[in-house]
């Protein structure tokens, strides 16, 4: 009898013991916070040359780590598509938008063969949160962020919406809006709040509720500002009043030297040249000078709110005193939105004000004069592939791990986040998962550049992107791109040219040869369609309406 109770005892305590060590394996393991923040450029905050305040994310960037070259894919669907699968876009079956244009590429939601960060973390004994816009798939429940792998989810479905209220947006037949909480839809009252204070707010409670959870936790922190429409909180735009007086040309000028002082821009690289379709700013009227300033201090002010709920989220962070073991990363999912032919407001009549710019009856955006301003020091705005449509500020903040102060180059594209998130976690990418065989990860760690000092990815290969026609390939100091409907591929040497002034594709032959021709194998293989033979005429894609989202 004495020898079955000391069985059971030990069994017993044998179990316990086991359940302990998970435990503690579990707490051990480090949380991760991903920050995307939406249609922002490349030197927009504080610590990246801007003068729009950013005291939380700058804290972060000074005890952390920045990259200076860190890719996105241009646009919001496709850049999504990307980042929570690890996948190219098209891959995923976001190869376009987030509309269904009836190839497996082109889909318009993520495929089960993508596992999103929410079903690996998850599948690693991780809580999965997320707060803010999802964008990957919408028209069936199925798609929804809880259906694909988030324990919580507060946010929208589709591309945008206003910030006080979740009203139709006024293009099209009515752009809808439809705002979830794990799965049920909210209506809350016009102007009874603030969508980016909300994502924070919804951010915070996740996290206390997580924390009765003895496990790690990823959260998924996907703002929207500061896509349009601009709209902001009084007391915020307050604070921009006449920050804006000198115009864009001066400020443009003052943010390269910043980030020529603090080590982003490198002494032999070149700038971008100034855009000639933006009117210099001197030679506006007083009237006209009045009318766009008030756009960028509006503009600010959704960038300054953004970061002031980063600041909730590290508090509660500290509060909670899991900041020391937590990693977190900040990107951007493409550049400030510009291009007169594309969004010229009266071609797409978006501009339908009930109220002053910055209200809730405001449906204006920055446009292509500020784009300009936000994507220095690089060329060109969001949906196009040359630098300043694509390039990402990069901030990653591990206070055991990471080093504080430095700035690297890097390197990096989105589909890197994945496989280093999974790598930092101990978490084993599945090769099946409910049956279905999973896609292999696309993109390389990024841990010896976080971790070890590296400068750069070791990638052995290419990175590749197609949007729209739009396509390019970055292979060491080397950059092709051609943009629809031309076919003629540009070369650049990123290594002293990033501004891309000089165009050497014609001197470099072999060089554009070998890179179109690594395409041609990347975009068979990925699924790229010939986007001439899918666009003309195909009433599934809505053209500059899917692209201003």
């Not at 241009?74 to 995923?92: D, E, N, V, W």
């Not at 899991?322 to 999912?333: G, P, Y």
């Not at 994945?418 to 049956?435: H, Q, S, W």
């Not at 390389?444 to 971790?451: E, H, N, T």
């Amino acid at each position: 009898m004495k020898r079955i109770i000391l069985l059971h005892f030990l069994i017993a305590f044998t179990v316990v013991g086991q359940a302990q060590n998970k435990n503690a394996s579990n707490s051990s393991k480090p949380n991760v916070i991903l920050i995307l923040v939406d249609d922002m450029g490349y030197s927009d905050l504080g610590n990246y040359g801007s003068e729009i305040s950013t005291p939380n994310l700058d804290r972060l960037a000074k005890e952390g780590l920045r990259l200076r070259e860190f890719y996105n894919n241009s646009i919001c669907a496709p850049t999504r598509a990307s980042l929570l699968t690890g996948q190219y876009q098209h891959k995923a079956g976001v190869g376009y938008f987030d509309v269904n244009l009836g190839l497996p590429a082109y889909q318009g939601y993520l495929n089960k063969e993508s596992l999103t960060l929410g079903e690996v973390f998850r599948s690693g004994g991780y809580s999965t949160l997320l707060s803010g816009k999802w964008h990957v798939g919408s028209e069936d429940q199925s798609q929804w962020p809880n259906q694909r792998g988030f324990d919580k989810f507060y946010g929208i479905l589709k591309g945008a919406s206003n910030y006080f209220d979740t009203n139709p947006l006024p293009f099209g037949k009515g752009y809808p809006v439809t705002l979830l909480k794990n799965n049920e839809k909210l209506n809350p009252k016009q102007d009874s709040y603030y969508f980016t204070d909300e994502i924070g707010k919804n951010a915070v409670e996740f996290l206390e509720e997580q924390n009765k959870e003895n496990k790690p936790f990823f959260l998924y922190l996907a703002f929207t500002a500061p896509h349009w429409p601009l709209q902001a909180k009084p007391e915020d735009i307050a604070k921009y009043k006449g920050k804006f007086d000198k115009g864009w040309d001066v400020l443009r000028e003052n943010r390269i030297q910043k980030l020529k002082e603090n080590g982003i821009i490198l002494p032999n690289q070149t700038i971008a040249k100034r855009d000639e379709e933006v009117p210099e700013w001197d030679k506006l009227t007083y009237d006209e000078k009045q009318f766009w300033k008030v756009k960028m201090e509006v503009y600010a002010a959704m960038v300054d709110n953004m970061d002031q709920n980063v600041g909730r989220v590290l508090k509660k962070l500290k509060d909670l005193k899991k900041d020391q073991n937590t990693i977190i990363v900040f990107i951007s999912d493409n550049g400030a939105q510009g291009g007169f032919n594309t969004y010229n407001p009266l071609k797409r009549g978006l501009v339908k004000n009930d109220g002053p710019i910055g209200t809730s009856g405001s449906f204006d955006y920055q446009e292509q004069n500020w784009a300009s301003l936000s994507n220095t020091p690089y060329l060109q705005y969001k949906n196009d592939l040359h630098e300043g449509g694509f390039s990402s500020p990069f901030i990653a903040w591990y206070p055991s791990k990471i080093k504080g102060g430095r700035i690297d180059k890097g390197t990096g594209h989105i589909i890197d986040l994945a496989p280093t998130f999974y790598e930092v976690a101990g978490i084993e990418y599945p090769k099946e998962y409910n049956g279905v065989k999973t896609n292999p990860l696309a993109g390389k760690s990024l841990l010896p550049v976080l971790f070890d000092n590296n400068s750069e990815v070791n990638r052995g290969e290419p990175i590749f992107w197609e949007r729209a026609g739009n396509r390019a390939v970055r292979d060491g100091k080397w950059k092709i791109v051609s943009i629809y409907p031309k076919y003629k591929w540009e070369l650049y040497d990123l290594e002293r040219d990033r501004g891309e002034t000089q165009n050497i594709a014609d001197a470099n032959p072999d060089v554009v040869n070998r890179l179109s021709s690594a395409y041609a194998i990347w975009a068979d293989k990925t699924g790229v369609v010939e986007f001439s033979k899918i666009s003309p005429g195909n009433e599934n894609i809505p053209g500059a309406a899917a692209s201003r989202n």
